[in-house]
């Protein structure tokens, strides 16, 4: 396990090269003591990929600061278990999930800010809108929706792809979605769509490149997960 001042360096590093951009240290499969320690050299904002995980490192106490993001695919049955717990959910990848999530947030009397995920990549093995029609169909339903605030997208670079064309096919999904945010940003400026989530440890830099606002870094930070 990293020391602190490991981990500070590591963050300080990340945060020059990014800029501007919002650091989310991913920080699933990690225990509470290594998101302590991340915490106290400097990261702020959390994500992580399983409700099940959430629960249980951020059920309790925690520092007020400390914000946790919900990053990975949310089945709708679990919708009122991570609702309570968390301060953004980037992954609604339907208007129905997103009705179940604006349900949950009143139930527990917040407003709950949240992105949509576009599969920018078109590969059929990920979640996500698969259309500029289906994103703006979701938009102007979500009008009559009061306790969601949908504050823009989240996308990932493509992943089944050959290794020589990665870099150009990532530049090409990441500018799909920030050309995209650009088109609904016109069309329903009653929304304040300013955050593109676009970049992990292996692409975050072409995410800057491309106008992310905010990169979902993990093992660039703690290290190579170790799955049981």
């Known amino acids: 396990m990293r020391t602190e001042a490991e981990y500070r360096q590591i963050i300080l590093d990340i945060k020059k090269k990014i800029g501007r951009a919002?650091?989310?240290s991913v920080s699933k499969t990690r225990s509470w003591e290594e998101i302590l320690l991340s915490y106290q050299a400097g990261a702020r904002v959390f994500g992580e990929n399983h409700v099940q995980e959430i629960v249980q490192k951020f059920s309790g106490e925690r520092p007020k600061d400390m914000k946790v993001h919900m990053?990975?695919?949310?089945?709708s049955n679990k919708v009122n278990k991570v609702v309570p717990l968390v301060d953004m959910i980037q992954s609604v990848d339907s208007f129905s999930l997103l009705e179940k999530i604006d349900r949950a947030a009143r139930e527990c009397g917040k407003k709950l800010e949240v992105l949509?995920?576009?599969?920018?990549?078109?590969?059929?093995?990920?979640s996500g809108f698969g259309s500029e029609e289906e994103v703006f169909d979701c938009l102007e339903k979500a009008k009559e929706l009061e306790h969601v605030a949908?504050?823009?997208?989240?996308?990932?670079?493509?992943?089944?792809?050959?290794?020589?064309?990665?870099?150009?096919l990532t530049h090409m999904a990441f500018a799909k979605t920030r050309l995209l945010s650009i088109k609904c940003q016109k069309h329903f400026p009653l929304y304040d769509?300013?955050?593109?989530?676009?970049g992990m440890s292996g692409d975050y830099l072409i995410g800057v490149e491309e106008g992310s606002t905010m990169v979902r870094i993990g093992t660039a930070i703690y290290g190579e997960r170790y799955y049981a």
């Open 71 to 75: 990053i990975g695919h949310l089945q």
């Open 116 to 126: 949509l995920e576009v599969n920018s990549s078109g590969e059929e093995s990920k």
């Open 193 to 198: 769509l300013d955050v593109l989530s676009m």
């Open 22 to 24: 919002e650091l989310v």
């Open 150 to 168: 949908i504050r823009g997208f989240m996308t990932m670079g493509p992943v089944n792809c050959p290794v020589e064309e990665k870099d150009r």
